[in-house]
């Protein structure tokens, strides 16, 4: 079983920057691909951006590239996602996502590839 917690969230101004995290708890998390994904009111959940559980791969979807930078530190079983230049329209609850099978790192987009959601945390852009 694994649980994921995130945190870093909040009000920023357009053009500002967050770091957001998420810790996981089990012995696992260094073997499963994680990923972050997005959901902002009256919207489909978004994908953002996937780490894999070795070489550190990352992906990102086309409204992370070149702003957000994925990360993980899995002796801290934690993932990052820092994201710079932050426009109103990043406004959304992010939530980091588990891979359900270990040692796996496709179908990046689609939801039930990931057994297990963290809460999320708001993250608010102003104009």
């Known amino acids: 079983q694994v649980q994921l917690v995130e945190s870093g969230g909040g009000l920023v101004q357009a053009g500002g920057s967050l770091r957001l995290s998420c810790v996981g708890s089990?012995?696992?998390?260094?073997?499963?691909?994680m990923s972050w994904f997005r959901q902002a009111p009256g919207k489909e959940r978004e994908f953002v951006a996937a780490i894999s559980w070795i070489d550190y791969v990352t992906y990102y979807g086309d409204s992370a590239k070149g702003r957000f930078t994925i990360s993980r530190d899995n002796a801290k079983n934690t993932l990052y996602l820092q994201m710079n230049d932050l426009k109103t329209e990043d406004t959304a609850v992010y939530l980091c996502?588990?891979?359900?099978?270990?040692?796996?790192?496709?179908?990046?987009?689609?939801?039930?590839?990931?057994?297990?959601w963290g809460q999320g945390t708001q993250v608010t852009v102003s104009s």
């Open positions: 089990g012995p696992t998390f260094s073997r499963r691909s």
């Open positions: 996502a588990s891979f359900r099978e270990e040692l796996s790192f496709g179908d990046l987009a689609r939801l039930s590839v990931y057994g297990w």
